[in-house]
């Protein structure tokens, strides 16, 4: 969560960090590295199949599998749409990654899910559109800390990176 990152962060326990958060303590300094949209999940035969993309209004009435810790409902809040879930069916919560996919794969929902999040054979996805709706990976470093030596090199490695879709920054 954004405050136990904010706190690592800020009291020394942890010197850098991976986060899509985007609204974090003005203390800590913020690298855009990529964007990545947000897909829906499904199982081989679902009517999304037949689409190149999803419009969202498509979600309506579908049964769905929830990732407990997904950032989709607060970048969706962000475009304004402040409740994605009270149009599905949620049938299933879970924070494992694989008892999602492995519960969309077996057909009893779809998911929500990030563009790049590596996903278990016989998944299907395809873009979310209308609107689109992604997240913004971040580097994130306390501001005016100065960084030793395998920090400064992370950061850098960070930035050289060729990260998919291209470097946001």
């Known amino acids: 969560n954004c405050e136990e990152l904010e706190g690592a962060l800020l009291g020394g326990?942890?010197?850098i960090a991976l986060t899509s958060s985007p609204d974090l303590d003005e203390r800590i300094r913020m690298t855009p590295l990529f964007r990545e949209a947000f897909y829906i999940s499904f199982a081989p035969?679902?009517?999304?199949?037949?689409?190149?993309a999803v419009p969202m209004r498509e979600l309506e009435?579908?049964?769905?599998?929830?990732?407990?810790?997904?950032?989709?409902?607060?970048?969706?809040?962000?475009l304004g749409i402040p409740k994605p879930y009270d149009a599905v069916n949620v049938r299933y919560v879970g924070e494992?990654?694989?008892?999602?996919?492995?519960?969309?794969?077996a057909g009893l929902g779809c998911a929500?899910?990030?563009?790049?999040?590596?996903?278990?054979?016989?998944?299907?996805?395809?873009?979310?559109?209308?609107?689109?709706?992604f997240r913004q990976i971040s580097l994130a470093t306390v501001a005016g800390r100065p960084h030793n030596p395998p920090v400064a090199a992370a950061v850098a490695a960070a930035q050289n990176y060729r990260w998919p879709g291209g470097n946001a920054g």
């Open 13 to 15: 326990e942890i010197d």
């Open 45 to 52: 035969g679902h009517r999304f199949g037949r689409m190149n």
């Open 61 to 78: 009435g579908e049964n769905y599998v929830k990732r407990l810790h997904c950032e989709f409902p607060s970048n969706l809040a962000r």
């Open 96 to 105: 494992r990654e694989d008892w999602i996919q492995s519960l969309v794969r």
């Open 112 to 133: 929500v899910m990030p563009e790049n999040l590596p996903l278990l054979p016989g998944l299907e996805m395809r873009p979310l559109v209308d609107p689109e709706v």
